[in-house]
């Protein structure tokens, strides 16, 4: 069996982070993201996007801590979410991670593959590829190595667990909205709209 999941890279600020509760995770881990997800665990997603697009803001930062830690996030052109779409054989436990640069701002390129035929690569270091092969992928855990472990699934698989997927973040987004209304009220519409971006979904569902 394999299994699909959208995970994101945590970060976050050095001299750490008292502007909302987040839950515990090891800086540079994955978290998984879905309709599950704690108030806590969607405030160390937020806290990890607005940290990734700390610096690509445009204009002027708000004079209060708040406005200043989210300010890149809600003005940079293209929001980025560090991670990617994790996959695993759950029978011979291979996982096919994203790699470094890698984000979820671009996890539609899987599209190109499943349905253009094409190749795609997922970050670097590692360097995983998916690759269409007729009616099957591979994924290629890392392409620069040889004998990588290697996942093969058909076609029309990958194209149900990324409507899965696709699922998953729209959940994640309207939890995100409504964490938004409770702990940025003042930013909140655009924080979805930010969020929606980075995450490459519809920006109303």
Do not use: K
Request: glycine share 14%; charged share 20%.
């Amino acid at each position: 069996m394999v299994a699909m999941q959208a995970v994101l890279e945590v970060h976050m600020p050095d001299d750490g982070f008292a502007l909302w509760p987040v839950a515990g995770a090891e800086p540079y881990a994955f978290l998984p993201l879905g309709g599950g997800l704690t108030s806590a665990e969607v405030g160390t997603a937020v806290m990890s996007v607005a940290h990734c697009n700390a610096g690509a803001g445009e204009g002027p930062e708000p004079a209060e801590p708040l406005g200043v830690f989210l300010h890149g996030l809600l003005t940079a052109e293209v929001p980025v979410a560090l991670g990617g779409l994790r996959v695993t054989d759950t029978v011979t436990g291979v996982t096919f991670r994203p790699g470094c640069c890698e984000g979820l701002e671009e996890w539609r390129t899987w599209f190109d593959v499943v349905d253009g035929g094409g190749t795609a690569g997922f970050g670097h270091d590692p360097w995983p590829l998916a690759e269409r092969l007729g009616d099957i992928v591979r994924l290629t855990v890392d392409c620069e190595q040889d004998g990588s472990p290697l996942i093969e699934l058909p076609v029309a698989e990958l194209r149900r667990l990324l409507a899965d997927v696709e699922r998953e973040l729209g959940d994640v987004l309207r939890l995100m909205r409504t964490w938004a209304g409770r702990y940025a009220p003042g930013q909140a519409a655009g924080l979805g709209a930010a969020l929606a971006q980075a995450l490459e979904m519809p920006e109303q569902r």
